[in-house]
């Protein structure tokens, strides 16, 4: 019931700073817990971030944290991942995805998904 559009990815250097954004349809965005997923070629999809419904807790990867926040407007139904730090190994085609009382590091919870935004960082 959800549809859910990526923006943002590109091409940064390593030490840069990148902003995705996710926008979602309906009026119930409120009622959606999301989160960020990444998945690299020939890799599984990874946990990035988590925002609770109302935005008040969050959860990062140790592999993200102190680098990347996760945010979210609901009155903008858009749910944004800031990317300060970039490496290398953060490239990779990122995902957002949404759902009501997913447990916020499985992808299988999540029941609606974008269809992704590539993020490249060069050395």
């Known amino acids: 019931q959800v549809q859910l559009v990526e923006s943002g990815g590109g091409l940064v250097q390593a030490g840069g700073s990148l902003r995705l954004s996710c926008a979602a349809s309906?009026?119930?965005?409120?009622?959606?817990?999301m989160a960020w997923f990444r998945q690299a070629p020939g890799k599984e999809r990874d946990f990035v971030a988590h925002?609770?419904?109302?935005?008040?807790?969050?959860v990062y990867a140790d592999s993200v944290k102190g680098r990347f926040t996760i945010s979210r407007d609901n009155a903008r139904n858009t749910v944004y991942l800031q990317m300060n730090s970039l490496k290398p190994e953060d490239s990779a085609v990122y995902s957002c995805?949404?759902?009501?009382?997913?447990?916020?590091?499985?992808?299988?919870?999540?029941?609606?998904w974008g269809r992704g935004t590539r993020v490249t960082v060069t050395s």
């Open positions: 995805a949404a759902d009501f009382m997913a447990p916020p590091t499985d992808p299988n919870a999540y029941d609606y």
């Open positions: 309906g009026r119930t965005f409120s009622n959606y817990a």
């Open positions: 925002i609770s419904r109302s935005g008040g807790n969050t």
